[in-house]
């Protein structure tokens, strides 16, 4: 069967709409107007030749002005002539039906000429009648107007009829039209609607050319899903780079194995396992020689258990490993985690590049440790990111104290951004104090957070939550806007040539509006009575890239100083390269000062600084002892407990005062 376009089928069926519709009514008309026609003249024609055979009869034996009581009578009593003229041979009325209607002057045709094309046409006929006089004939015209009302209500109940065959024709047409529209589109296309939410059998083939094409393509698509369908559900369970049970098929076979041990009373254990510094590997190395090394852990981790024991892969360098059998206390499940340390530790081998793989790894168990997969799941969880907290390359179990301090971390995380909102935040202040002159000349701005709730909370507590979130972006911020404030508020006072030293962490660094964060707060200050404290740390990644960052900050004019020198690694290489202002020597090397070693350590510092031209302050001064040797040796600065700990600042000017 051949089929056409819906376009084309609507086409068609409105021009045949329109053409039928047309044709039945001009037939309908043109046949009624020749009907018509037929019978008017035919009655023109009876009427003219009886009034001209009356008026040929009667003219010869009486008077015109006799008959003309008889011709009203004929003209009134006939719907079809309006009006009769007789006229004599001087071109005169002599008489006229309608005497109060001037004359119409039109050109009437002879009745002899009368036919059905122009008898609808025609208002006016005539005919002649001869009479002698003797010898000598005379003649009289007798003109027969027509009554063009009657004609055209005539022609108005043909138009009505003609109207009502159109409309009676149209509703049968289109009745038939629909019944055709509905059997090969509509119908046709709910066929496919059902086919296309059940997958039923196929429909046969359709007249129009786009449903028809829509049922083949179905046809086509449900045949290839079916395909991929089949295909899919072979893969469904598998991660497709490893080969082991992916998130939802553990997801699965866990809620199996806890419904089985509600059952049997059997415990079974989780493993979370995250390889350690796998972005490293990537970023380094490539994601394809990071896809060998997942494959390579995926088969460490199959040969590390046992055949009924479940392996997975979460996702990215995330592995799930559930012993679900015979796990009677945590004895088998370390020999499993050793074992997994163990063949881990074998080195990697890919391109003669060797590889070394560590892994953090938590352990959960059921029911100790959750009754559903959820809470297993985090739990083992929460214990990986404990071990990796540790040093990493380890295992860790779950614990309740864990959890405790899981949930602190959340609820100090809470705290900080209400802390933030509501002012809890405080600054104190430490005295810096000149060795030589014992005079306070500078202070570090230290923050202190006080809870209404549970009172002042040391920073050890929260700084480092703060650095974990990011949220010493915004601490970070807090406090420089606050020790600018303060600068202003010293302006005019005896302190306004005091030094505000303020920490700025590696976090910060990584905030690309740093710069242009600090040139705003600062552009109304001396910026010189501003140091900013750099740890080490911010120097361990991606050096350049800060280099930069420390370079737009001193040109800014801003003092740096080195944090807690000597506790890192290569502190040396960072004085060589980066223009520090002052040096400052940590606690630890301080507190070590009655030891020969630590003195011998701090007078090293102590030299390396004055060789470089750097102001040298020495951290966590506590007794006289240890000032009289920094004395001794020439050090600039020291802070620290001697001089006072860290102040509000109504008590930090009230030292000032005392002590300057």
Not at 214 to 229: C, G
Not at 244 to 266: F, P
Not at 306 to 323: A, C, H, K, P, Y
Not at 462 to 467: G, H, L, N, Q, V
Request: hydrophobic share 40%; net charge neutral.
């Amino acid at each position: 069967m051949k089929s056409i376009s819906i376009k084309r089928f609507i086409m068609t069926g409105v021009l045949a709409l329109v053409v039928g519709m047309g044709f039945i009514y001009y037939d309908f008309y043109n046949t009624t107007k020749t009907n018509i026609a037929k019978l008017l003249k035919d009655d023109i024609q009876n009427n003219s030749f009886d009034i001209k055979h009356f008026l040929n009869s009667e003219l010869k034996i009486s008077n015109i002005n006799t008959l003309k009581a008889h011709l009203d009578s004929i003209v009134s009593s006939n719907n079809l002539i309006k009006n009769l003229e007789i006229i004599n041979n001087l071109n005169r009325v002599i008489y006229s039906t309608d005497r109060k209607t001037k004359r119409l002057n039109l050109k009437c045709l002879n009745i002899s000429e009368l036919s059905a094309n122009n008898v609808l046409k025609t208002k006016c006929y005539s005919f002649s009648t001869t009479l002698y006089n003797g010898l000598e004939p005379y003649y009289y015209t007798s003109n027969i107007y027509i009554n063009e009302d009657y004609v055209n209500k005539l022609l108005d109940e043909n138009i009505v009829r003609n109207i009502i065959y159109f409309l009676l024709f149209s509703y049968i047409f289109i009745t038939i039209f629909w019944y055709f529209l509905k059997k090969i589109i509509i119908l046709p296309l709910e066929e496919l609607r059902q086919y296309a939410y059940y997958s039923s059998q196929t429909p046969k083939e359709f007249f129009i050319n786009e449903i028809e094409s829509i049922r083949y393509s179905l046809s086509m698509t449900f045949s290839r899903l079916k395909k991929e369908q089949e295909e899919l559900y072979n893969l469904s369970t598998r991660d497709k780079l490893s080969g082991l049970y992916n998130r939802m098929s553990l997801m699965e076979k866990m809620n199996w194995i806890i419904s089985n041990s509600e059952r049997t009373g059997e415990k079974f254990a989780i493993i979370f396992l995250d390889l350690d510094n796998f972005k490293t590997i990537n970023d380094s190395m490539g994601h394809d020689f990071g896809d060998k090394i997942l494959i390579e852990v995926s088969n460490i981790l199959l040969k590390s258990v046992r055949e009924n024991d479940i392996v997975s892969r979460l996702g990215g360098d995330e592995f799930v490993v559930v012993l679900s059998q015979n796990i009677e206390d945590e004895t088998k499940i370390v020999e499993v985690l050793d074992r997994i340390k163990k063949y881990l530790s074998i080195p990697v081998t890919f391109d003669d590049y060797k590889y070394y793989l560590t892994a953090s790894m938590g352990v959960s168990i059921y029911p100790r440790d959750g009754r559903d997969v959820t809470t297993l799941l985090k739990n083992a969880d929460i214990a990986m990111y404990k071990a990796k907290n540790l040093g990493k390359n380890n295992y860790h179990f779950f614990t309740d104290s864990l959890d405790a301090e899981i949930q602190m971390k959340v609820s100090m995380q809470k705290l900080l951004i209400d802390a933030l909102d509501n002012g809890y935040f405080e600054l104190y202040y430490q005295p810096k104090v000149d060795v030589k002159l014992n005079k306070i000349k500078s202070c570090e701005a230290l923050i202190r957070l006080n809870d209404p709730a549970r009172g002042m909370i040391p920073p050890n507590d929260f700084i480092s939550i703060a650095e974990e979130n990011n949220f010493i972006l915004k601490l970070g911020d807090w406090i420089i806007r606050q020790s600018v404030n303060q600068i202003k508020l010293w302006e005019n006072t005896i302190y306004k040539d005091i030094k505000i030293s303020i920490n700025v962490s590696a976090k910060q660094f990584q905030d690309k509006n740093l710069v242009q964060k600090i040139d705003m707060y600062t552009k109304d200050i001396n910026r010189s009575l501003i140091d900013l404290e750099l740890t080490e740390s911010v120097f361990i990644n991606d050096f350049d890239k800060n280099y930069e960052v420390i370079s737009q900050l001193k040109s800014l004019g801003f003092t740096l100083s080195l944090d807690d020198f000597g506790t890192g690694y290569s502190s040396l290489s960072y004085l060589k390269k980066i223009p520090f202002d002052t040096i400052k020597i940590d606690k630890t090397f301080i507190d070590d000062i009655e030891y020969e070693d630590g003195r011998n350590f701090t007078d090293m510092i102590v030299d390396i600084a004055k060789n470089l031209n750097m102001e040298i302050v020495a951290e966590g001064v506590e007794n006289k002892e240890q000032l009289k040797y920094l004395k001794s040796i020439n050090c600039d600065t020291y802070q620290g407990y001697l001089c006072s700990r860290p102040l509000k600042i109504e008590k930090f000017e009230e030292l000032y005062k005392k002590i300057n």
